[in-house]
């Protein structure tokens, strides 16, 4: 799992068809090994999402536009929504935080 997530950090654009390539296995295969750990390759990939949010906001301090920017969001509203779904804080509560 440490692999698959190092993996989509570096390169987070890459869909399961290509993590299961660059790990020697087959979609299929991947997603009964993401399932043994009880998650889903979309629950992975929200997950790294929250984290890099969380790093920009809090730790950075980056603004809405910025860290948007930064993770690839078309657009802000959609960033504030997202940061707001996964951690039940607005993006301006998290930098205070």
């Known amino acids: 799992m440490d692999k698959i997530r190092s993996q989509l950090r570096s390169k987070p654009n890459l869909s399961l068809p290509e993590i299961a390539t660059l790990n ?10 993401l399932k043994d750990h009880h998650i889903s ?8 999402c929250c984290q890099e949010a969380l790093y920009y906001l809090h730790i950075q301090k980056l603004k809405n536009d910025q860290s948007a920017s930064h993770m690839r969001f078309s657009d802000v509203n959609n ?7 996964c ?10 935080a």
């Open 41 to 48: 390759f979309q629950q992975l990939m929200d997950e790294l």
């Open 79 to 85: 960033f504030r929504r997202a940061v707001k779904r």
């Open 24 to 33: 020697g296995l087959s979609p299929a295969s991947l997603k009964r090994a």
């Open 87 to 96: 951690t039940g804080l607005t993006p301006s509560e998290l930098r205070q």
